[in-house]
């Protein structure tokens, strides 16, 4: 079945260093979304990039959609302990009406 | 204010005693879902519905049962929990289930323990 992959599944990082998570689907995607998950908290959203090829940018976070629209990634410039969290992505099932989500990156953020 | 309202937040219950875990939404969504989060596993849903009556399976829906009834609630039921459905729950709605329209509002989350 479809299929959203998304990597590293950790990562801790000095507070200062960049991050990245990469997300992939194993389908073409009409748009994807990110969402972040605070510890003891609940998904939050963040974004959706619809276009191929499309850049989005929040303040030090960087969205990127891929030109197949099969992947996405979400960049973290000069990270701050307040980033501290899970960050998914997901993606609509192809003719369902599923939001097939990626099992999340986890950002641990050393001061 | 906009929000999406489960309760309990927190459950300790025994194998084979049937709960609810309700589900409001005060946003006149026409879709609701729910999923649960495992360490490792990410969010895997359960089930959803697109609107009053329509409900679907997600992708583990054994042990579950859910209802839709009215537009604003959609109760998730465990007829005979097992230790296995310990898990955190989250309820999720959003204004519709198509592109553009589907971006998810989350309630708090149902942390559940099954003994």
């Known amino acids: 079945g479809q299929q959203v992959m998304q990597i590293p599944q950790y990562q801790h990082v000095q507070e200062g260093e960049d991050f990245t998570t990469y997300c992939n689907s194993s389908?073409?995607?009409?748009?994807i979304q990110w969402y972040k998950q605070r510890p003891g908290g609940h998904p939050v959203f963040l974004i959706q990039?619809?276009?191929?090829?499309e850049v989005k940018k929040q303040k030090r976070l960087t969205f990127q959609f891929g030109e197949a629209k099969k992947n996405s990634s979400l960049h973290i410039t000069a990270t701050q302990t307040t980033d501290v969290g899970t960050y998914f992505c997901?993606?609509?099932?192809?003719?369902?009406?599923?939001?097939?989500f990626g099992q999340g990156t986890t950002l641990q953020v050393k001061p | 204010e906009a929000q999406v309202t489960q309760n309990p937040r927190y459950l300790i219950t025994v194998t084979g005693k049937k709960l609810t875990v309700t589900c409001s939404q005060n946003?006149?969504?026409?879709?609701m879902s729910w999923y649960r989060q495992d360490p490792g596993l990410g969010l895997r849903q359960i089930y959803y519905?697109?609107?009053?009556?329509?409900?679907d399976k997600g992708d583990v829906p054994e042990g579950y049962k859910v209802s839709r009834k009215e537009k604003r609630n959609f109760p998730l039921i465990l007829e005979s929990p097992s230790p296995n459905q310990t898990s955190l729950y989250f309820c999720?709605?959003?204004?519709?289930?198509?592109?553009?329209?589907?971006?998810?509002?989350f309630g708090a989350g149902s942390r559940l323990t099954v003994l």
């Open positions: 990039l619809v276009k191929s090829g």
């Open positions: 946003m006149n969504h026409e879709y």
């Open positions: 999720a709605s959003s204004l519709f289930s198509g592109a553009g329209a589907n971006v998810l509002t």
């Open positions: 997901a993606g609509p099932g192809s003719n369902t009406g599923k939001l097939i």
């Open positions: 389908t073409t995607l009409s748009n």
């Open positions: 519905s697109m609107n009053v009556e329509v409900t």
